[in-house]
């Protein structure tokens, strides 16, 4: 399978997609011993990549942690608007993984990061229904609202499938979702009259955030990868 140039560099932990972009057209790549200058150019792993001479060689070993995502931080590797992201708060020996769909700015909880391109990809696919699973905080919770979004709701236009919904008090709600549309469970609540107050993360698929510290970052086990990588790379 052929692939685009910066696709593997970033892929690969170079850089970011549009950064090795920007690498290439500097002109301090080479495939096989020839620079490429322009980012219309594919490869299939096999040839020999250099970036400013150094050989770069992906890493075959799928590798995934899990980031207890912090309020006011963008899930970006750059933002135009110069607030911080989650690679101001991570440690700098994580800087070049890719992380596993978004948490919005003010979304907190757990975000997934990994060393493989492709692995996220299929992570983040809606086709793929990976369940994930939200505390929501409301002013105050009205059960007889929340019929409708356990059936699907069409906002703006735009179908939200079923959420599973657990009541935990009168403020705090319990969402479970597949799809992962953006801000959708903002959206949604907000549709039934329900604005959000708060949004926490606390799985991603069989992954729980569990006990794991604000800003805090923990590998995640070999087994739990695997079945992962079953479900979702078949």
Do not use: W
Not at 109 to 117: A, V, W
Not at 190 to 211: D, E, M, Q
């Amino acid at each position: 399978m052929t692939i685009r140039l910066a696709k593997f560099l970033s892929d690969s932990g170079v850089a970011s997609r549009r950064a090795s972009e920007d690498l290439i057209k500097s002109g301090v790549v080479s495939v096989n011993g020839e620079i490429v200058n322009t980012p219309v150019f594919f490869v299939n792993g096999d040839e020999k990549i250099c970036v400013n001479g150094k050989e770069i060689k992906q890493d075959s070993e799928i590798k995934l942690y899990m980031f207890n995502k912090p309020i006011n931080t963008m899930t970006t590797a750059c933002d135009p608007e110069h607030r911080k992201t989650i690679y101001d708060v991570l440690d700098k020996k994580y800087k070049n993984l890719k992380y596993i769909g978004r948490l919005d700015f003010k979304t907190t909880g757990l975000l997934l990061l990994t060393n493989n391109g492709e692995f996220a990809r299929q992570m983040s696919l809606p086709k793929n229904r990976i369940p994930r699973t939200y505390i929501a905080t409301v002013d105050k919770v009205e059960e007889k609202k929340l019929n409708v979004v356990k059936r699907g709701v069409v906002v703006d236009g735009i179908k939200y499938r079923p959420m599973k919904i657990e009541v935990l008090d009168e403020h705090n709600l319990k969402l479970t979702l597949e799809e992962g549309k953006k801000n959708e469970i903002r959206i949604v609540l907000k549709h039934i009259g329900l604005p959000v107050k708060a949004l926490h993360r606390i799985s991603y698929g069989p992954v729980l955030l569990g006990n794991l510290g604000c800003g805090k970052i923990s590998e995640i086990d070999k087994k739990t990868i695997d079945l992962m990588i079953k479900n979702v790379l078949k």
